[in-house]
């Protein structure tokens, strides 16, 4: 493991001992360089930031801090140690030793999940590159750009897996994944919510705690992979997911402690009045992401993931949780909604996969709601933000094309056009709070009036540690 970092694309997966693929990526390199220049975080590519790097996968290894330039950064390929004899886990070959190459049956499907799982790590890129202007803080400074850099590492992460096992085809579909736009009327990015403009910072939080968690969910499924390079791969990225999605916790978190504390000290309990952002438009963000992150998982009924399933390519979250690995004989109950009205039926297991992911997803989500709501009875509130129902605000499974309120309650589409305002973020709401963010903070320690400030530094430094050199 030593020595990497005097290699051009830094790696645990010895590229020089593959000249071929070694030259396939050091091509893709500058395409991959000239697209961060013109999507990524705009305005600040000759910074200096405190980022971590990832030198080696080894516990000491993977979070190098130090000052870098964003495009100096060393994006690099990184597989989690092999676990020798690894075995096929669930599934129809479940027993089997795992694949260390790609069978050519489920050639195309592994393909499609790569680049599905690979084409979210640019889009995200995308959505953000121009809240740095906005930043509430140098500390979220440095955050959001640690995120981008390690979305762009995940983007190699599935890039290396593309050209190393899927030759012609898996060069073209990683050209491709430079190629798409996220929010592009004709080239967009595959899924919905990658689609969608993160223009502020409570989007940002928002996308990061409850999109970047729909991402966590789907690494620890291809983690299960009889695949074993995605595996291994996939294993690997969920170390630096973590940091993403406590970005998304504790930023809300923030957010509602500040506007908690505004809350109280405001005369009528609007903390608008000084210039805070007020706790049901922070409930219509979250209904917003939520619902747009649980499209992500697929339909709740599907042939597709019983076939994942089935043949070994995706399991389930901890597939180690679950008594029976094979799941073909149980079935999952659903409220299904036909005709205007739900039905109950028995789906069989397999092909309720993405439902199953879903359910440990929409746990993990509650987790955090709790905690923000702890935050508001410390404070003496009576406010609780509360998940909207799965049904609500949905353009994918079984209850796209209905409208439901927030509670799961059937809606006609006059209703839901009366009432949705309530429910998602105005074109009022995301004015109010872009004004709040329409200068940057750029102060060391200091903080936006709509935000707590974190209870402590990044890598152990102090709060009014400079994250970003943003002096010339
Ligand atoms: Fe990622
Ligand atoms: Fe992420």
Redesign the pocket.
Known sequence: MAHLSDEKIPNNVDLAGDKKLQRALEQWQPNFLQWWMEMGPEGFQGNDVYLRTAVSVEADGWAHFDYVKMPDYRWGIFLAEAVQDRKIGFGDAMGQPAWLDVPGEHRNTLRRLIVTQGDTEPA?VEQQRRLGHTCPSLYDLRNLFQ?NV??GRHLWAMVYLLHRFFGRDGREEAEELLGRRSGDQDRPRILGAFNEPIEDWLSFYMFTMFT?RD?KFQLLALAESGFDPLARTTRFMLTE?AH?MFVGEAGVQRVVQRSAELTKQSKNGDPRELGGIDLPTVQKYLNLWYSLSLDLFGSEISTNAASFFGTGLKGRAKEEKFEDHVALQGTYPMEVFEGGAFKHQDVPLRSAMNEVLRDGYVEDCQRGVDRWNKVLAEAGLGFRFALPSRRFHRHQGIFAGHRFDPEGNPLTQEAWEKRQGDWLPSAADRAYVKSLQARPLYTPGQMANWIAPPPRGIDGKPLDFVYVRTEP
Do not use: N, R
Request: aromatic share 0%; hydrophobic share 10%; net charge negative.
């Open positions: 995200s995120v390690e979305e970047d991402g997911e993403h």
